[in-house]
């Protein structure tokens, strides 16, 4: 057997020229500052309609919207600061990288190390420990991904298993040893502040909810449309990322809310380029590689498309949409992958 690559442009085949690739690169705070800012805007003028409407029927969409600007960002910016790359600083990065992963809810540590792995093995089966469902997808398994059940249970899980030091043999297998403890008191703190919250309810403070438990509930399947489209009825267990991951094409607000993670071939390719880089890598690149999917809107529809036909025993092929061969079936399938996440 080969000795194993990671998987990254080499492991892909694209090149890139050295001095632009340094450039494309390199870091600053400022991007990272200026987005911080416009997101800070956004919840300003949307979180303000949740508290102009609360006690009417106009709370609840004005709560889901407001939910979609927090919830998004919170896991853009908890991803680019889980590699490093969100700022030059690195005081800055690691204090974005706790606060997003608070609101994420996932300890920004675990984050990063499985995140980390996730990269190096990208959508290789029993070894990626961020595969969020079962491979091929079905109509429940949607239902599960994009409702949030199954990354609720996850983070609640971690989040306990790392608090009482019940490590998982993945944490010990992607984490360094000596990086435990830190995880145990991020986790520790974390629960004491949800833990919080409902003890706030009980004295009839009930901002938090309004501002944070409810909205992050109601952003999250629009999250998780994003995140779903990244492998979903990709390649498994290929070296090339090409095979593996999807890009698609989104407009001005999608690309703000994921921080041009939509690139997201382009990501996995160079996941040391900054999110504000992205299209200069894009730009770069592109003649290497396939055209992106369609609208995030329509990439979406097609994957439900796919899964409701694969659950119905139809056939599976995507009209548009990037596709692995082995995932166009008559409606006949067997699972390939169990969910590591």
């Known amino acids: 057997m080969s000795e194993f690559k990671a998987t990254n442009a080499a492991s892909s085949g694209i090149k890139i020229d050295k001095k632009l690739m340094k450039s494309l690169a390199r870091r600053s705070d400022r991007p990272g500052l200026i987005y911080l800012a416009q997101w800070a805007g956004f919840l300003a003028v949307t979180g303000a309609a949740v508290w102009a409407s609360l006690g009417?029927?106009?709370?609840?969409?004005?709560?889901?919207?407001?939910?979609?600007?927090l919830t998004v960002p919170s896991y853009s910016m908890s991803h680019e600061t889980a590699h490093g790359t969100a700022f030059k600083t690195r005081w800055l990065n690691e204090a974005v990288l706790w606060v997003t992963s608070l609101l994420y809810i996932?300890?920004?540590?675990?984050?990063?190390?499985?995140?980390?792995?996730?990269?190096?093995?990208?959508?290789?089966?029993?070894?990626?420990?961020?595969?969020?469902?079962?491979?091929?997808?079905?109509l429940k398994g949607w239902g599960m991904?994009?409702?949030?059940?199954?990354?609720?249970?996850?983070?609640?899980?971690?989040?306990?298993?790392?608090?009482?030091k019940r490590y998982s043999d993945i944490q010990r297998m992607?984490?360094?040893?000596?990086?435990?403890?830190?995880?145990?008191?991020?986790?520790?703190?974390?629960?004491?502040?949800?833990?919080?919250?409902?003890?706030?309810?009980?004295?009839?403070?009930?901002?938090?909810?309004?501002?944070?438990?409810?909205?992050?509930?109601?952003?999250?399947?629009?999250?998780?449309?994003?995140?779903?489209?990244?492998?979903?009825?990709?390649?498994?267990?290929s070296p090339s990322i090409v095979e593996s991951t999807r890009s698609f094409r989104t407009n001005?607000?999608?690309?703000?809310?994921?921080?041009?993670?939509?690139?997201?071939?382009?990501?996995?390719?160079?996941?040391?380029?900054?999110?504000?880089?992205?299209?200069?890598?894009?730009?770069?690149?592109?003649?290497?590689?396939?055209?992106?999917?369609?609208g995030f809107w329509r990439t979406n529809f097609e994957v439900l498309d796919v899964v409701f036909r694969r659950t119905l025993g139809r056939n599976t092929k995507a009209r548009s949409i990037r596709q692995a061969p082995h995932h166009v079936t008559d409606g006949s399938y067997e699972a390939i992958a169990k969910a590591t996440m």
């Open 56 to 69: 009417t029927l106009w709370m609840w969409p004005a709560m889901f919207v407001y939910g979609v600007f």
């Open 106 to 138: 996932e300890e920004p540590l675990h984050r990063r190390y499985t995140h980390t792995n996730h990269h190096t093995y990208t959508w290789h089966v029993g070894m990626d420990s961020q595969m969020p469902f079962d491979t091929p997808m079905t």
């Open 145 to 164: 991904e994009i409702l949030g059940l199954s990354l609720a249970r996850f983070h609640t899980q971690v989040l306990f298993e790392l608090a009482f």
């Open 174 to 237: 992607v984490i360094p040893q000596g990086e435990l403890p830190k995880l145990t008191r991020n986790a520790r703190i974390f629960l004491v502040i949800y833990g919080a919250i409902p003890v706030l309810a009980a004295f009839g403070i009930f901002w938090p909810l309004w501002f944070f438990v409810i909205p992050r509930l109601l952003g999250a399947p629009v999250m998780l449309l994003f995140t779903l489209i990244q492998h979903v009825e990709m390649q498994e267990n």
């Open 252 to 294: 001005w607000l999608g690309r703000f809310l994921y921080m041009d993670m939509n690139n997201h071939v382009e990501h996995h390719l160079y996941p040391q380029i900054p999110f504000y880089s992205l299209r200069g890598l894009n730009a770069a690149v592109e003649e290497q590689l396939p055209d992106p999917d369609p």
